[in-house]
């Protein structure tokens, strides 16, 4: 009797548990429509300035989103998004845009100097210490490899002239105060056309 009852708890828990998910699911394709236009259907964006969001780490969106909310990443286009979102939608379109497929650059045999030169700076900068080994991002640092130009460019301008303040740790101002406009500019090309 024990054991049917310990099993029937199972399947039961198991059918509430995939139905939420399932919800989920849905839940945040229908969140993500609204980001589409921007960010491109598949999160891989063809707009200026605007960040590719597919297979960017699920901690690093939900911060950034939050960051939007409270004011501290300050974006006239992103500032009223955010203060639309509830902690349940960020939780969702974090899982949901890890889970696209990263941007793939066309580029395959980018050798030039620019590229060379941007190695030289990630290398010597140790970015992958926090961007993980192929700059695919972990946990709350972004991935990079595969995000638009502008958008790495602007970034690292952001982080140095402190428009934009990073999480506590304040990594990326330290990280961008060494960089010179041409590194930035070297390191953006590099990291842009990585697959
Ligand atoms: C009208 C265009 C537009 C829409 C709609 C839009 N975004 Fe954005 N988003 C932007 C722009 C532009 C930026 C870059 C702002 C900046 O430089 O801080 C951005 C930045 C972001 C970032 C930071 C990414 C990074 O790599 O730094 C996240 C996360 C984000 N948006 C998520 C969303 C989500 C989720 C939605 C839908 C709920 C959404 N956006 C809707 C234009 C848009
Ligand atoms: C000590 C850890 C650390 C190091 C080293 C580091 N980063 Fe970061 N980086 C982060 C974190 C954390 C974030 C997210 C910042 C935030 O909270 O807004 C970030 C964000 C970024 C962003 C913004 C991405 C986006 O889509 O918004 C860029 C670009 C970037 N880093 C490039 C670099 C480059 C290039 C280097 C090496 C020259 C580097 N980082 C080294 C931790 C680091």
Redesign the pocket.
């Known amino acids: 009797m024990r054991f049917a009852s310990a099993v029937i708890g199972v399947v039961i828990f198991i059918a509430i548990s995939g139905c939420a998910s399932a919800a989920d699911v849905s839940a945040s394709q229908a ?2 429509e ?2 589409a ?3 491109g259907a598949d999160g891989v964006s063809q707009t200026e ?3 590719s ?1 597919a297979g ?1 780490p699920d901690e690093f ?1 939900q911060w ?2 939050v960051y939007y909310r409270s004011g501290m ?1 300050k ?1 006239e ?2 500032g009223p ?1 955010a203060e639309a ?1 509830s902690n349940e939608d960020i939780r969702n ?1 974090g899982a949901y845009y890890a889970l696209l497929p990263p941007p793939r650059s066309e580029e395959t045999s980018a050798t030039d100097a620019l590229v060379q030169k941007g190695e030289q700076v990630a290398l010597r900068h140790r970015c992958r210490s926090c961007h993980a080994d192929d700059y695919n991002g972990f946990r709350a640092a ?1 991935r990079l490899s595969g ?1 638009r130009e502008d ?1 790495l460019v ?2 690292l301008h ?1 982080f140095k002239s402190g428009k ?1 303040v990073g999480s506590g740790v304040a990594s990326m101002s330290e990280v961008t105060y060494e960089l010179s406009d041409g590194d930035m500019e070297a390191v953006s090309h590099y990291l842009a056309l990585r697959r």
């Open positions: 969140l993500a609204a980001c236009g921007c960010h300035l605007t960040p969001l960017q969106v950034q989103l990443r974006s286009v992103m998004i979102l379109l972004a995000q958008v602007k970034a952001d934009r």
